[in-house]
């Protein structure tokens, strides 16, 4: 189950590369549209109710306001796993909303670059939660590493078994 960020959309370029892959490994795939829902919390709600559906095991993939959503959806949702991209976590005014009840084995991929999420805020995350951390040379869209994310989503899927 993906979960886009703020500015973008269920089915933008890093979210259809990332589908493509858990496709190719026989997964179902799908795509919350949080287009013209901007609080996190309503998109939060409105994931775990789409999600309740989802037969089977669940893997959450969020991106930048997608993965704080992802990630606080997760105590409910009870997810095998939950792989996040550029996390909004620990942003200015609203560190007191960093989900902090994740109870299963967490990627984060961020990159050195990022101009709207501080990657310090992913290493503090990780470091509190004992998740993998990977740091790319890349920006806040890690758009121009794409390939190596994937790479990562599929490596993690298939540790998940």
Avoid at 72 to 91: D, E, H, I, Q, S
Wanted: with cysteine; net charge negative.
């Amino acid at each position: 189950m993906f979960s886009h960020g703020k500015e973008s959309g269920p089915w933008g370029s890093k979210i259809t590369a990332m589908a493509a892959v858990v496709r190719d490994l026989g997964i179902a795939v799908q795509s919350v549209d949080y287009r013209g829902l901007d609080d996190p919390t309503a998109r939060v709600h409105k994931l775990i109710a789409e999600a309740s559906s989802v037969p089977g095991e669940l893997v959450l993939v969020g991106s930048s306001m997608g993965g704080h959503v992802a990630a606080a959806a997760a105590a409910t949702l009870k997810p095998v796993g939950l792989f996040v991209l550029a996390p909004a976590f620990y942003m200015t005014g609203f560190e007191a909303h960093t989900p902090q009840n994740v109870d299963c084995p967490t990627v984060i991929v961020h990159g050195w670059g990022d101009d709207v999420v501080p990657v310090d805020n992913s290493i503090r995350w990780a470091r509190e939660h004992v998740a993998a951390l990977h740091l790319l040379d890349s920006d806040h869209r890690l758009e121009d590493h794409i390939e190596t994310v994937c790479r990562l989503l599929r490596a993690f899927i298939r540790e998940l078994g």
